[in-house]
C-alpha cells in the first residue's frame, strides 16, 4: 500500500501515510476545507445557508 499523499511505502505506526509529516498534511487539507464530503440532503443545505448568512452578518457588524 502506498501513502495517499506521496506515494511512498506506508509506515505501520501511522497508516495509512508513510510519516507523521504526510499525516500532517492530510489532517491539515481536511481542517482548511480542502476535503468535503457532499450532502443531497436539502435541510443540510438549509443550515448551511443558514449559517453562513449568521456569520456574514456578525462579521458585517464587527465592522
Known amino acids: 500500500m502506498s ?3 506521496c506515494g511512498k511505502e506506508t509506515n505501520q505506526e501511522v497508516r495509512p501515510f508513510c ?3 504526510c499525516a500532517d498534511v492530510d489532517l491539515a487539507r481536511w481542517l482548511n476545507g480542502k476535503y468535503a464530503v457532499p450532502s443531497e440532503d436539502p ?4 443550515a448551511a ?5 449568521q456569520a456574514a ?3 458585517d457588524k464587527l465592522h
Open 3 to 5: 501513502c495517499p499523499i
Open 19 to 21: 510519516s507523521k509529516r
Open 43 to 46: 435541510e443540510d443545505i438549509e
Open 49 to 53: 445557508i443558514e449559517a453562513a448568512e
Open 57 to 59: 452578518a456578525s462579521s
